[in-house]
C-alpha cells in the first residue's frame, strides 16, 4: 500500500524558513519523480517544485525559485522541501506527490500517488 506522509508544516513569520518532508512507503522511491504541490484556500491546487528520480534534474515555479529547495534522499524515501524567505502568499496545504515520468512534471494531472498534505501559515 503506498503511502506518502508530510510533516514539518506550521506557523512561522514572514521572512522565516521551515522545511517540509514527505516520507515514502509502499513502492520503491527511486523509481518515481517526486513533486511538492500546494493549495490555498479557495484556489487551486499549483504545482511549486518537482525533482527527477536521481536528482539531477528540478523544476520550481516562478513564485517560489531563488527561495525554496527542493532535494530528495533515496536511501531514506524521503523528500524534502526548504523554504526560506517566507511570505505571506505562500500559505497553504502542502502536498507531496509521486509520478512515474522521467521529466518533472508541472501538472498534477500526471501524478499517481498524493500525500494528505501539511499546513503551512506564514503572517505578517
Known amino acids: 500500500q503506498v503511502q506518502l506522509v508530510e510533516s514539518g508544516g506550521g506557523l512561522v513569520q514572514a521572512g522565516g524558513s521551515l522545511r517540509l518532508s514527505c516520507t515514502a512507503s509502499?513502492?520503491?522511491?527511486?523509481?518515481?519523480?517526486m513533486g511538492w504541490f500546494r493549495q490555498a484556500p479557495g484556489k487551486e491546487r499549483e504545482f511549486v517544485a518537482a525533482i527527477s528520480r536521481y536528482s539531477l534534474n528540478t523544476n520550481y515555479a516562478d513564485s517560489v525559485k531563488g527561495r525554496f529547495t527542493i532535494s530528495r534522499l533515496n536511501a531514506k524515501s524521503t523528500l524534502y522541501l526548504q523554504m526560506n524567505s517566507l511570505k505571506p502568499e505562500d500559505t497553504a496545504v502542502y502536498y507531496c506527490?509521486?509520478?512515474?515520468?522521467?521529466?518533472?512534471?508541472?501538472?498534477?494531472?500526471?501524478?499517481?500517488?498524493w500525500g494528505l498534505g501539511t499546513q503551512v501559515t506564514v503572517s505578517s
Open positions: 506527490a509521486a509520478d512515474k515520468s522521467t521529466v518533472p512534471n508541472t501538472s498534477s494531472d500526471e501524478y499517481d500517488y
Open positions: 509502499g513502492y520503491r522511491f527511486s523509481s518515481y519523480l
